[in-house]
T-cell receptor
């Protein structure tokens, strides 16, 4: 059974600080997705990582994928309050099947 | 281009009843997946429909069933509701699977409460 583990589960940080969220998964996959969810809302796609070594950046967020280590990271640079949300990584074990297995989420709170 | 829409937004049912949730996929998308998200957890894959056929299924019992229509809209049916079925049900659409690696676009969800 595929397991996707995120850590930390909860992260409270000050504005302006940097931090990294980790996503480990237990099966071979070249496809990893990051989503953001605000309270009571649906999921918003952040990044799609499709190969080993893939790195994508959008604003203060940067995601990377190491398929050999089965690890993806989501790095936050100079956090701002608007980044407060829950972040999920998800793995597609069938590569292009889009039948995703999600991690448990990292709840991020950025304090002013 | 319209996004993914779901109806109803909220629903309250009692144990043992049946429920139907609906999803309209994004224009041009022929693949629809359904997920269940319990409070405080990540979404869990229920099943996926591709061109009106079930293309894959997660670890959910047969009382969870679905349909996809020629216009690629979809329904999720749950029979014999249990208290643990209370959750946010998310529908996601994506372009043709053959392209590979396309992101999924999630609808706003239907929040189901079973009493």
């Amino acid at each position: 059974e595929l397991k996707v583990e995120q850590n930390p589960l909860f992260l409270s940080m000050q504005e302006g600080k940097n931090y990294t969220i980790y996503c480990n998964y237990s099966t071979t996959s070249d496809r990893l997705y990051w989503y953001r969810q605000d309270p009571g809302k649906s999921l918003e796609s952040l990044f799609v990582l499709l190969s080993n070594g893939a790195v994508k950046q959008e604003g203060r967020l940067m995601a990377s994928l190491d398929t050999k280590a089965r690890l993806s990271t989501l790095h936050i640079t100079a956090a701002v309050h608007d980044l407060s949300a829950t972040y999920f990584c998800a793995v597609d074990p069938n590569n292009a099947g889009n039948m995703l297995t999600f991690g448990g989420g990292t709840r991020l709170m950025v304090k002013p | 281009e319209t996004g993914v829409t779901q109806s109803p937004t909220h629903l309250i049912k009692t144990r043992g009843q049946q429920v139907t949730l609906r999803c309209s996929s994004q224009s041009g998308h022929n693949t629809v997946s359904w997920y269940q998200q319990a409070l405080g957890q990540g979404p869990q894959f229920i099943f996926q429909y591709y061109r009106e056929e079930e293309n894959g299924r997660g670890n959910f019992p047969p009382r969870f069933s679905g349909l996809q229509f020629p216009n690629y809209s979809s329904e999720l049916n749950v029979n014999a509701l249990e208290l643990d079925d209370s959750a946010l049900y998310l529908c996601a659409s994506s372009p043709d699977l053959q392209r590979g690696g396309e992101t999924q676009y999630f609808g706003p969800g239907t929040r189901l409460l079973v009493l």
